[in-house]
């Protein structure tokens, strides 16, 4: 399993697209490897520093809160997901599972909280379409 980071481009689409920066870590949320973690907790990432650390083919030269984004955390035998409303969509959602390899077996419960903050406010045409 993975925790970490991700943004959601074309999730608007039928084939939305995940950007992921993320750790193998083990059900308590230690990581399983060597990781420079960017947190102000020092122990996942921060969206804003990981985007300007992915090649520019990647983010387009666009800000790190363009798309929806959002997190994975692993505690105690329980993944949390943390994600803009716009991208809790099913289909989005196991993509994330998918992605962060949250159906091992290992987990005691998946919890999907939206979080509608500014804090995961993104400035994507996407969302001005929608608003």
Known sequence: MRKGIFWCANFDTECPELI??????????DSKELVRFSSKSGNNFNH???????DRSITAGRPFNYYPRGRVEIKNGKA???????????????RI?????????????????SDG???YRFTCESAERES
Request: proline content about 4%.
């Open 20 to 29: 992921t920066v993320s750790a193998a870590c083990d059900k308590n949320g």
């Open 97 to 113: 599972m998918d992605a962060f390899e949250l159906m091992t077996g290992e987990l005691n419960c998946i919890n999907i909280k």
């Open 80 to 94: 949390t997901v943390f994600l803009n409303p716009a991208i809790n969509k099913e289909c989005i959602v196991y």
């Open 48 to 54: 804003r520093p990981e985007w300007e650390r992915l």
């Open 117 to 119: 903050s500014s804090h």
